[in-house]
């Protein structure tokens, strides 16, 4: 069902840099904004990014968020054991859904 | 405190009806649309529908059209989710939230805690 595809997972030691990949269309991330969201095991996902680069209050700013043509990324600098989570692409495509990133497993190794 | 705060776990047979609800608190929670989320054991999330508070106005993902029922009771500020007939694959998380922005700007900024359906016979 996912129309935004992302890498199914991704890894660093603690203080590294991590960058995951969010592929969508013209019809959604090409045309609208891109969300992050974040899911830790066993909790409700939380939002990390959302407006493309826009981070709510709260959210740490090692998490960084950018969009480009039909593409976004999360950049996580300084990768911190509680890091390690689901992360998530979505936002609106113009059959006005909201559609979902395949989600990227990180792992502090 | 701006929070969503889910129903309780369920644990049904094939067949069963089941309504779950998600009770806002702390906004004004006519004004902003409420989203279902559903995730299924070891899989991602998926987006099933919405409903504005203010109008009932509701919006399902073609996925989850005619599989389910979006509702609102904004006496009492909650949302609900309601299956007619629950099937074994129905078996998942689900999550409301609450969406914030305007336009394609729409995130979903406040989460409930989730509540975990299980259907088996």
């Known amino acids: 069902q996912s129309v935004l595809t992302q890498p199914p997972s991704a890894s660093g030691t603690p203080g590294q840099r991590v960058t995951i990949s969010c592929s969508g269309s013209s019809s959604n991330i090409g045309r609208n904004y891109a969300s992050w969201y974040q899911r830790l095991p066993g909790t409700a996902p939380k939002l990390l990014i959302y407006?493309?680069?826009q981070r709510p209050s709260g959210v740490p700013d090692r998490f960084s968020g950018s969009k480009s043509g039909t593409s976004a990324s999360l950049v996580i600098s300084g990768l911190r054991s509680e890091d390690e989570a689901d992360y998530y692409c979505?936002?609106?495509?113009?059959?006005?859904?909201?559609?979902f990133g395949t989600g990227t497993k990180v792992t502090v190794l | 405190e701006v929070q969503l705060v889910q129903s309780g776990a369920e644990v049904k047979k094939p067949g069963e009806s089941l309504k779950i609800s998600c009770k806002g608190s702390g906004y004004r929670f006519v004004n902003h649309w409420i989203g279902w989320v559903r995730q299924m054991p070891g899989k991602g999330l998926d987006w099933m529908g919405r409903?504005?508070?203010?109008?009932?106005?509701?919006e399902y993902s073609p996925s989850f059209e005619g599989q389910v029922t979006i509702s609102v009771d904004e006496s009492v500020s909650t949302a609900y989710l309601q299956w007619d007939s629950l099937k074994a694959s129905d078996t998942a998380t689900y999550f409301c939230?609450?969406?914030?922005?305007?336009?394609?700007?729409?995130?979903?900024?406040?989460w409930g805690q989730g509540t975990t359906v299980t259907v088996s016979s």
């Open positions: 979505a936002g609106w495509d113009d059959s006005l859904n909201y559609v």
């Open positions: 939230a609450r969406l914030n922005g305007g336009g394609s700007d729409k995130h979903m900024d406040v």
């Open positions: 407006n493309n680069d």
């Open positions: 409903i504005y508070p203010g109008d009932s106005d509701t």
